[in-house]
């Protein structure tokens, strides 16, 4: 790995679940760059492929670039770290958008993204949309993400007691692609031997709870962790895709 001193165990697993007919979700494991990718796509026939397929080819291109330069549209007031990630889920934006610009069939694409970015001493987690990223540590499980829909809004701003249809509850308030820039949530954290990440889109997030996820994430290798919370959201209706990433810190 280019990381020397980081030794990690990971896995990532996607299924198509019960009640679709196509996968929206792609996602990356790059242990070599340490970088981990889930993108949920959506919008028109196939195009939520499309967008998610985008997504990945762009921060995997990024993440490989032999100049590691910082993308033009990174934020140099971050670390490094975060800069790069930052401008790297910006220029998928802009790659997304500017394909559903110019194909009609891909108008109004769009996805989600949740990324992980190993260096030898930190790790930084980036969302956009409502795929989650969990940190699981001694003291329990705990979500490194920001929830960008209607009703994680509602809560922050104490809005419960306006009444508003529950199909819109779920609905993304931001999303790659959508429009020509987008604000991805950051989030710089540090890590300990024994600390283990989950990534993942909601066709799991939805019919899984941490706690659960804790609970096989602790007893299972990252493999059989994937495939256990996997067949646990196709044992409980698989009403969408469903993809995961596990990484467990081994140093």
Same mark, same amino acid.
């Given at each position: 790995?280019v ?6 165990? +990971?896995?990532?697993?996607s299924?198509? /679940?019960?009640?679709r ?26 195009? /939520? ?17 032999? /100049?590691?330069?910082?993308p ?66 001694g003291s ?8 960008? +829909? ?24 931001? =999303?790659?692609?959508?429009? =020509? ?7 710089? +954290? ?24 804790? =609970? ?26 469903? +993809? ?8």
């Amino acid at each position: 790995m280019v990381i020397p001193m980081l030794q990690l165990e +990971t896995a990532g697993l996607s299924d198509i /679940g019960k009640n679709r007919d196509h996968q929206e979700d792609a996602f990356l494991v790059d242990d070599e760059h340490g970088l981990y990718v889930v993108a949920d796509g959506m919008g028109g026939h196939l195009a /939520g492929e499309v967008a998610s397929a985008i997504i990945i080819e762009t921060l995997q291109a990024a993440a490989c670039d032999p /100049g590691g330069h910082l993308p033009a549209a990174a934020d140099t007031s971050r670390s490094l770290a975060s800069a790069k990630l930052l401008g790297w889920i910006r220029q998928a934006n802009r790659n997304v958008y500017q394909r559903s610009l110019s194909d009609e069939q891909c108008r109004g694409m769009g996805s989600t993204v949740a990324a992980l970015y190993f260096t030898d001493n930190l790790v930084v987690a980036a969302n956009v949309g409502d795929s989650p990223v969990y940190l699981v540590s001694g003291s329990g499980i705990e979500m490194l993400s920001a929830m960008h +829909t209607v009703a994680a809004e509602r809560r922050a701003l104490d809005l419960q007691g306006l009444d508003l249809p529950v199909h819109f509850h779920h609905m993304l308030t931001r =999303a790659v692609g959508i429009d =020509a820039d987008v604000e991805p949530n950051i989030r710089e +954290t540090d890590f300990r031997a024994g600390d283990a990440f989950i990534l993942c889109s909601d066709g799991l997030s939805n019919a899984v709870e941490p706690e659960e996820m804790l =609970a096989i994430v602790r007893r299972c290798s990252s493999r059989d962790a994937c495939a256990r919370l996997i067949s646990l959201a196709n044992a409980r209706g698989g009403d969408d895709n469903s +993809t995961v990433i596990v990484i467990k810190i081994n140093c």
